[in-house]
């Protein structure tokens, strides 16, 4: 059984929880502080990309704003020692945004301030996370992509430039997508503002 999105009359909304009207039925989704933020009030029409988790004892039915946050939600409960309430937690005090960058420098520490979090979980999210793309990132995308800019503009730009395609990467992204776009932009820019600037010309193509 798989629900890929909800659309419907919002009736609940509480923290940590959504419910959706389709058809008559209302879904209960656990969410994100994020995802509540996203939503309209009470009584008007709201849409959430759902993931339903099945174990021996649990089902649950979890929902999001954007595909983004499902895509980060994915990659968070794929971490051993990461449930979803953990997942859902995270992506209530940072965007999926704020997230790939997080992977894609490797800033563990950041993740500890996350309340339930410890140094060890935080550890094993960047590693396995950046595991998960290091056969397909910067480094060729780089090599390929940016070879001028790069050397052009030194090495900290080619950082930004290399952090920012992983990050983006982290969101679902493809190499073949985001490098196009990532070689027109000023390398001189922070990581955070090239994955801005890319997600909302990537936006802007749809």
């Known amino acids: 059984m798989m629900i890929y999105s909800l659309r419907g009359t919002l009736t609940v909304k509480e923290p940590g929880f959504a419910v959706i009207e389709c058809g008559g039925v209302g879904y209960g989704c656990r969410t994100s502080y994020n ?35 499902l895509s980060c939600f994915r990659l968070l409960i794929s971490v051993s020692g990461v449930g979803p ?21 490797g800033d563990s ?3 500890t301030k996350i309340k339930g979090i ?19 990132s910067t480094s060729g995308a780089v090599s390929e992509g940016f070879t001028g800019i790069t050397a052009s503009v030194g090495d900290s730009a080619s950082t930004s430039v290399s952090e920012a395609l992983e990050a983006l990467m982290v969101l ?12 027109k932009l000023d390398p001189q820019l922070s990581t955070q503002d090239l994955i801005k600037e890319t997600l909302k010309a990537l936006s802007a193509k749809k």
């Open 35 to 69: 995802t509540l933020s996203a939503l309209g009030a009470v009584g008007s029409e709201a849409v959430m990309y759902t993931y339903l988790y099945v174990r021996e004892d649990v089902v649950e039915l979890f929902g999001f704003a954007t595909l983004r946050e």
């Open 85 to 105: 309430k953990a997942a859902s937690t995270i992506l209530s005090d940072v965007s999926p945004e704020q997230f790939a960058f997080l992977v894609a420098s």
């Open 109 to 111: 520490k950041a993740f």
């Open 118 to 136: 410890g140094a060890k979980t935080a550890q094993r999210i960047v590693l396995e996370l950046k595991d998960k793309i290091s056969s397909e």
């Open 172 to 183: 679902g992204y493809s190499q073949s997508e985001v490098a196009p776009v990532l070689g």
